[in-house]
């Protein structure tokens, strides 16, 4: 099964509020208040819901029931959103409007990613924007179709150390190690319907965008 979380309106691609109307939703935080106002009732809210006024709040409460987390606790709201749909059934979550504000909440959404029990249970976890779309991968092979929407791929080596290969890529690489501090990995191109990336050890987080 796979969600839609909404953490807010920053950097959503276009219409996808639209075209997704009937996916399943949940919503973080003021996320709620954003699918509410578009139509969309979500499957359920998670937040603290610190980041609306009391009426916005009200507004949600005549159409759903939340219950708000404390302020003060130990995880963010995306982090309590994504176990909870985790614990929901899904497999696969899309995260939207986690990126363009900032930063140590950006860097925070990228450490879920990488959190090892999600990595066990091959939970796909994907971070979406406007420009850009970001994605775990550990040890592993992968057939990776090209997406006219996000041209450009990158991988970031997210322990060390890494060895990757890549086959049908503008830029070719055969058990390549990726040394900490290096760029080779950053911005390549799929030439073919598909690409194949095979991780021989470390893991990595791969991102497609565009200009």
């Excluded at 404390?70 to 986690?98: C, M, P, R, W």
């Excluded at 909440?105 to 796909?124: C, D, M, R, T």
């Excluded at 994907?126 to 450009?152: T, V």
Aim: proline share 3%; aromatic share 10%; net charge negative.
């Amino acid at each position: 099964m796979k969600a839609n979380l909404l953490c807010g309106n920053r950097n959503l691609p276009k219409d996808i509020l639209v075209n997704s109307a009937d996916a399943d939703w949940i919503g973080i935080d003021r996320g709620t208040l954003i699918l509410l106002e578009a139509g969309i009732t979500p499957q359920f809210a998670v937040g603290d819901f610190d980041s609306i006024t009391q009426e916005e709040k009200s507004f949600i409460e005549r159409q759903i029931e939340i219950n708000p987390y404390n302020s003060e606790k130990d995880d963010t709201d995306l982090a309590l959103g994504i176990a909870q749909a985790i614990q929901s059934g899904y497999k696969e979550i899309h995260v939207f409007g986690a990126t363009g504000g900032r930063l140590d909440h950006f860097l925070g959404a990228l450490q879920i990613l990488e959190k090892p029990e999600y990595v066990e249970e091959n939970i796909v976890i994907k971070l979406i924007d406007q420009s850009n779309e970001i994605q775990f991968l550990k040890r592993g092979l992968y057939d990776i179709e090209a997406n006219d929407l996000y041209p450009y791929i990158s991988f970031i080596p997210a322990s060390y150390p890494t060895v990757i290969t890549l086959k049908y890529f503008k830029y070719n690489l055969y058990k390549e190690t990726l040394e900490q501090g290096s760029t080779l990995t950053i911005s390549n191109e799929i030439t073919s319907s598909h690409g194949e990336v095979e991780v021989i050890e470390g893991n990595v987080l791969m991102i497609r965008s565009r200009d």
